[in-house]
């Protein structure tokens, strides 16, 4: 959190002198190296979704924007996109979530058990009310 704060702190201020205190000065151990995880479109508020659209844009054009010089910053960043599965009784929930998102031009597609089991035919669909997936 610490360089992510001083990065944007900088871009608006750039006369601002800012330091960050990582116990690990080589990185080698600090938590960012270490996380995982996944950006995901599919929130039912709509300030959820417009800061991870935000966020992905970022992750896209990381290793330009924070090249030094000609080498760039890869983050080996990988869309596999995002699958949420409902039973029957979530199914009001889940359409109105999908609504909000697509509101929010969020690429999401809602899906009957039946387009479930067409997608994926391994997968055990009797008990499901639906889905939704953005990719």
């Not at 080698?28 to 599919?42: H, I, M, N």
């Not at 080996?76 to 029957?88: A, H, K, R, S, T």
Request: charge should be negative.
């Amino acid at each position: 959190m610490g360089c992510s704060t001083a990065y944007f702190v900088k871009q608006r201020a750039p006369g601002a002198d800012i330091c960050v205190i990582e116990p690990d000065p080589t990185y080698e151990f600090a938590s960012t190296l270490r996380a995982s995880g996944g950006a995901r479109v599919l929130f039912s508020c709509p300030e959820n979704i417009e800061m991870t659209k935000w966020s992905i844009e970022f992750i896209r054009r990381f290793p330009e924007a924070m090249a030094v010089g000609d080498r760039q910053a890869p983050v080996d960043w990988v869309e596999g996109g995002y699958l949420f599965i409902v039973p029957p009784a979530a199914m009001t929930m889940l359409e109105a979530n999908y609504e909000t998102q697509r509101r929010h031009g969020c690429v999401v597609e809602l899906l009957s058990p039946a387009q479930l089991k067409e997608r994926f035919p391994s997968m055990r669909v009797d008990d499901l009310g639906g889905r939704v997936h953005s990719p």
